[in-house]
C-alpha cells in the first residue's frame, strides 16, 4: 500500500458532487473530439447551473459562450472539467487555483501511466497550492445524477442507489451504462484514473454519508492508502453494504497493475484482511460486482437466510436451489398448511414444494397468487425469488401488485423469454424486483441481500 | 443411475434427425395453441419434405392439407410430433407403429412428471411393440437446423456447431435462442422431458458421430443408464468435447430434481467420477456451459496454455489475466524481439507487453497491426485474446483480415461499447471470433479452447 498522503482525513468533497458551476477546459466545438463529447454530455445531463466553455480559439460552442481562460469568465467556478493535453494540465490547475475552483476532474492523459511521473507531480503540486482537489488524472471522470453532473462518457442519467468506484474507466462505465439500461440506475460513478490526489477512500466516504447511494461497487488494483482506507471503512462498512472486485490477484496481473495506473497492486492476502477488517464483501468478477450491486441497489440488506423458489422452469428451479444452499441459505419446505392452501389455488399439475413449480403453462398471475398465498400462510420465508423461465407477459405489473402487499424482498430472473424477456427485464428492474439472467445469478443476488442469520 | 433399458446399445437415430416426412398430431389452426407454434415453426424452418397435420376437427391449417389420422394419410411418416393431450399420448403412438414411423417426440404432458406413471408405462409399451423411438414425453421438443427440423419453440433456424441436450426445455431454448440471436447457431436441440425411451447417453452418441456437431453441451439431472452411458461416453468423450452442467447437486437440489422429472438424481461424487471417467468436462453454471460451448462451436479444442491479451481497457486486461493464470494458462511475457517490433508498429504511449495495452484511444486497426506483428516474432503465442473495451467500430473488419492470416485462434471480450458494442458483438461471433461480454468469461472460453499442454 502507498502512503503518499498522510494526511489520514478524508476529504470534503460536497463541492465536487454538488458543484454550482462548471467550467469545461478544452470543450470543442469539433463532434470527433472528447472535449465535445464532455461538453455536450453535460448539457444534455440538464446541468441546472452555469456551463463555462474554456477554449481560447471560440466565441460560442454548443450554444454557450465560450471563455479563453478560466480567469476570463470572471464568475465563480466550483468544478473544472480538464480536457486540454496533458502537459497543459498544471497550468490549468494552478489558474483554477486562482479563481477559487474547488476542485477538478482531470480527464487528459500524458502522467504516470506513460511514465511522466514529473509531469504529475507538477499536477499535484499545483493541486496542493491552489486548494484544488483533483480526480485523476488519466481517468474517464465522474457522473452524479442527483446534482445533473456528468463530466464522463457514456451519457447515464437514470437515478439509481449504485455509487461506482473504480480504477478502470471502462468496467466503471461498462457497469453504468448496463445500469442505465437496465433500470436500475446510479448514484454516482467515479474513475479514479492515476488517483494522484483523491482516492478510494474519500469517495468511500462521501457516498457512505451520502442519502442518494444505497450500496457502493468498487473495482481496485491496489489501496492507495491503508491507514485512510482502514478508518474510513471501518466507519463506512459499518452501516453501508461496500463490494469489492481486486484486480491483480496473481503475479502477472500485479505487474500489470503496477503498468496500468502505476499503482502499487497490493498482495492479495493483506487486501482481503483489509476488507474484512471493514467489513467491505469480496467478489470475484465484474458480474458478480454488478449482480450484487443491482440487488442492494434496490433492496436493503437484511436478516434472514430463508428463500422461496417459484418457478415456471423445474430445471432453473433446481439450479438456484442448488447455488442458493451451496451459498448457506435456506430452501426450506413448506409447512402442511401452506401446502394445503397452495393446492387449492393453484391448477392439479403445478408441484407444491420448494422449489413451487407451476410449469410451462403458468401466467404471471400465477406466482402473484401464489405470493399471496403464501405470505398468509408462511411468515418465516425471507425472500420470494421468481424464475420466469418462459415468454411469460405481465411479469412486471403482477409483481407491483405483490410489492404493495408483501412485505419481504422479491427478486427474479428471467430465461428463455424471447422478445417478451426483452421488455420485461428491465421494467421489473424498474418496478423493485431485481431481475437477473440466470438462475445462478439471481441464487448469489438473494444472498447479497439476505445476511444469513436471523 | 436407474437400468429401466438394459439393451445397453445406443439407439439409431438417423431417421430421428434426418426424417424425410413429418406428421404433427394435435396441430391447431388457433394461433393461442401450442399445436400451432410446433406447426408454424415447422413450416417456417422450411422443412422440404411433406409435412402432415393430424386434426379430426379440420381440412386446412397453416394451408396444409389436414388429416383426422395418421393412418388417413396413407403415405410414409418417418417422424411424428405430438401435441394431444397427455391421455390420448399412448393412442397415437400405437397409431404411429402401425404406419411404420420410426420416431415421435411427444411433448404432450400428464405422465410421471404428476404422478401418473400408469398412462406414462403405456405410452412406453405402446412405443416398444410398434418399435417406434420416443423423445419426452413432456418435453420441449427437437429442432436440427441440417435437416431443417423444428419440433419445438423458439423457432432457431441458424447452423452452429452447438448441440444441446438438457432435461430442462427451458435451459436448451434459452441457450439455443442466445446462440442463435448471437450468431453462433445450432447443430441441434433436444429437451429430453421425462426420457421415457431415448436417453441422454444414445443422444450422445449420434451427435458424437454427427459430422455438423462440434461440441456437446449437456444439462442433466441424472445418468439414466449408467452401463449405457459410460459406453458411450468413452467413445465420443475420446474424440469430441462434452460439456456437462449437472442440476441437483445439494440434497434439496436432488429432492426438486426427483419431482422435476421423476428421474433420481445421481449422488454429486458418482457423477462426477462417471464424467471423469469418459472425458466430459463438468461446468459449473449456465452461463458457463453456455460459454465454452460457444467457444468449441467456433474454435477445436487445441494443445497449447500460451495467451496474448491485447486491451483498449487496462483494468479488463489485467482481470483477464487474473483469470487466465488462475485457469493454468500462461500469459507469458512477450521476448525483447517481439517488444522493439511493436515499438515500432505501435504509437508510444501504449503499453507494451502482455496484457498489450493498446489505450482507450485505439482504433480496431492498431488491434490487426498488433496481432500482424506478433504472429512473425513470436511464434509461442497458442491464442489472441482481444479486449475491446470502449465503442471500437470496425472490429469485425479488421478481425477477418486477421484470420485469413493468423493461424492461432483470435477470441475477444466485447464491454463498455454501448450501441457500437451491441452491433459487433454478434457480428464477431459470426465472422468466426467468439466473443464474450466480460475479461473473466472469455478468459474462461480460452481455458476450454487450450488444453493447458503442449
Redesign the interface.
Known amino acids: 500500500m502507498e502512503t503518499e498522503n498522510n494526511s489520514n482525513q478524508p476529504r470534503d468533497l460536497s463541492l465536487l458532487f454538488n458543484a454550482r458551476s462548471v467550467a469545461v477546459v478544452g470543450a470543442s466545438a469539433n463532434p470527433e473530439k472528447l472535449g465535445y463529447e464532455i461538453l455536450n454530455n453535460l448539457i444534455n445531463m440538464g446541468f441546472e447551473g452555469p456551463i463555462y466553455p474554456i477554449n481560447p480559439k471560440a466565441e460560442e460552442i454548443l450554444g454557450l459562450k465560450a471563455y479563453p481562460s478560466l480567469t476570463a469568465v470572471g464568475k465563480p467556478v466550483d468544478l473544472i472539467g480538464v480536457i486540454v493535453p496533458g502537459k497543459f494540465a498544471p497550468g490549468v490547475i494552478e489558474e483554477a487555483g486562482k479563481v477559487g475552483a474547488k476542485n477538478a476532474v482531470v480527464i487528459s492523459?500524458?502522467f504516470r501511466?506513460?511514465g511522466n511521473d514529473e509531469l504529475e507531480a507538477a499536477l499535484v503540486e499545483a493541486a496542493r497550492s491552489g486548494g484544488v482537489g483533483i480526480i485523476g488524472p488519466n481517468c474517464?471522470g465522474i457522473n452524479y445524477p442527483a446534482s445533473k453532473i456528468c463530466l464522463s462518457w457514456?451519457l447515464i442519467r437514470r437515478k439509481g442507489g449504485m455509487a461506482l468506484i473504480?480504477?478502470?474507466?471502462?468496467?466503471a462505465?461498462?457497469l453504468g451504462?448496463r445500469a442505465d439500461k437496465e433500470e436500475i440506475g446510479i448514484a454516482g460513478l467515479v474513475a479514479l484514473g492515476n488517483r494522484c490526489d483523491i482516492d478510494e477512500a474519500d469517495l468511500i466516504e462521501y457516498f457512505g454519508a451520502d442519502p442518494n447511494t444505497d450500496v457502493i461497487a468498487v473495482?481496485l488494483?491496489g489501496i492507495r492508502d491503508g491507514k485512510k482506507f482502514l478508518e474510513v471503512g471501518k466507519r463506512v462498512g459499518a452501516k453501508k453494504p461496500v463490494l469489492v472486485?481486486k484486480?491483480?490477484?496473481?503475479?502477472?496481473?500485479r505487474k500489470?497493475?503496477e503498468?496500468?495506473?502505476r499503482s502499487i497492486a497490493g498482495r492479495g492476502e493483506i487486501f482481503d484482511a483489509a476488507l474484512r477488517k471493514v467489513g467491505f464483501e469480496k467478489v470475484e468478477?465484474?458480474?458478480e460486482l454488478y449482480d450484487c450491486a443491482k440487488a442492494l441497489a434496490v433492496e436493503p440488506k437484511r436478516p434472514g437466510k430463508r428463500v422461496q423458489v417459484l418457478t415456471?422452469?423445474?430445471?432453473?428451479?433446481?439450479?438456484a436451489?442448488?447455488v442458493l444452499?451451496?451459498l448457506g441459505l435456506d430452501?426450506a419446505p413448506l409447512s402442511e398448511n401452506s401446502r394445503k392452501r397452495l393446492a387449492e389455488v393453484l391448477p392439479?399439475?403445478c408441484?407444491v414444494?420448494?422449489?413451487l413449480?407451476l410449469?410451462?403453462d403458468t401466467p404471471a398471475e400465477r406466482y402473484r397468487e401464489a405470493v399471496e398465498a403464501l405470505a398468509e400462510t408462511e411468515p418465516g420465508i425471507d425472500l420470494y425469488l421468481l424464475i420466469f423461465?418462459?415468454p411469460i407477459p405481465r411479469a412486471t405489473e403482477n409483481c407491483l401488485e405483490l410489492k404493495k402487499k408483501v412485505d419481504r424482498p422479491i427478486i427474479a430472473a428471467y430465461?428463455?423469454g424471447?422478445e417478451v424477456e426483452e421488455a420485461e427485464f428491465p421494467k421489473l428492474n424498474g418496478a423493485g424486483v431485481p431481475t437477473f439472467?440466470?438462475?445462478?445469478?439471481v441464487a448469489r443476488a438473494a444472498r447479497s441481500i439476505l445476511t444469513g442469520k436471523k
Open positions: 492523459g500524458g501511466e506513460i474517464q457514456p473504480s480504477q478502470s474507466g471502462t468496467i462505465a461498462a451504462d473495482y488494483e472486485l484486480g491483480g490477484r496473481t503475479e502477472r496481473g500489470a497493475a503498468s496500468h495506473t468478477s465484474i458480474d415456471s422452469s423445474g430445471g432453473s428451479g433446481i439450479v436451489v442448488d444452499e451451496e430452501v392439479s399439475h408441484v414444494g420448494n422449489p413449480d410449469t410451462g423461465g418462459d430465461i428463455g424471447g439472467p440466470t438462475p445462478e445469478r
